[in-house]
């Protein structure tokens, strides 16, 4: 485990968390060392409850909804699926709930809006922290700490945002991470990019061998496959939803995508070498620029 150094003071101290799926998780197991937090929790899975009560700071946990909104609470961070987020910060508007809420969901937008529609106090966040498995079991500490960690405000929630946002980005940089802010628009322009479009585009791959080749083709894949197909392994669900609410941006990023390979299909079958190999050339010094890994070895 990292060693990190435990605040003089905490910018929350009654920390609920909806929803504890690998991130849910992560972030309860991440926070729970922290001397003075009080953590609750809350998920539909009566086991997965249990479990979560075994760590350490956790003090409570249910699998009420209502039970869950009426604890008194410093920060709400809603870990749930993007429509379940919705639907429990509908819940919590029709409470009057004052104290602070956050999530950790991979689209911006729609969270944002029905936030503001509740009145809350809210400014969304989203660690770029993920594994193609799902579920409490899979959680770690480890996958939020040091990580990139997006929040999103807007400036029509007025001054109290501004006061939220500051204690988020301190309360997320006592876990070492690094801290990026962006308005949600401009984040789900960014995922729908670089995150979206490459699990569609892994699960294009997979399709693609899955569609044209023999029954036992699996059987014949090295790392190249297995690297370019992992994401297409994720759970379903969620992408799906992923899709339906930033299917603006992802239809653009589609038809670019698109356009990119017919591009690659026309250079190849007029056996055009020379501008295959500048096109190429370009992605893959583009590509570099990540770092050193696989690719680059």
Not at 11 to 17: D, I, K, S
Not at 179 to 194: C, E, M, S, V
Not at 245 to 263: P, Q
Request: glycine residues 10%; charged residues 25%.
């Amino acid at each position: 485990m990292p060693k990190f150094k435990l605040p003089p003071k905490l910018p929350f101290h009654r920390l609920g968390v909806a929803g504890l799926g690998l991130i849910g998780g992560s972030l309860a197991k991440a926070f729970s060392p922290f001397g003075g937090l009080e953590i609750s929790v809350f998920d539909i899975d009566p086991e997965t409850v249990k479990e979560a009560k075994k760590i350490r700071s956790v003090g409570r946990g249910t699998c009420d909804p209502d039970e869950f909104i009426s604890w008194p609470l410093d920060l709400a961070y809603l870990c749930l699926p993007v429509r379940k987020n919705i639907e429990l910060i509908e819940r919590m508007a029709s409470k009057g709930v004052q104290y602070a809420v956050t999530d950790s969901g991979s689209t911006k937008t729609p969270v944002t809006e029905a936030a503001l529609k509740a009145g809350l106090n809210f400014c969304g966040g989203h660690p770029i922290a993920g594994r193609e498995v799902a579920g409490f079991k899979f959680s770690t500490p480890d996958l939020i700490r040091g990580c990139l960690f997006v929040l999103t405000p807007d400036p029509r929630f007025g001054p109290r945002q501004k006061e939220l946002l500051g204690r988020l980005k301190n309360f997320h940089e006592l876990l070492g991470c690094k801290i990026r802010i962006i308005t949600p628009a401009q984040h789900d322009k960014i995922y729908g990019l670089i995150s979206h479009l490459p699990y569609l585009s892994s699960s294009a791959l997979a399709a693609t061998a899955l569609f044209n080749g023999s029954e036992d083709i699996l059987s014949w894949v090295g790392t190249g496959f297995k690297d370019s197909t992992r994401l297409g392994a994720s759970p379903t669900p969620k992408w799906v939803e992923v899709a339906m609410e930033n299917s603006d941006n992802l239809v653009e990023n589609l038809g670019s995508l698109i356009e990119v390979l017919t591009r690659f299909k026309n250079l190849i079958g007029a056996k055009n070498s020379q501008e295959l190999l500048a096109m190429l050339n370009e992605i893959s010094s583009f590509r570099r620029k990540l770092g050193k890994d696989k690719a680059g070895k």
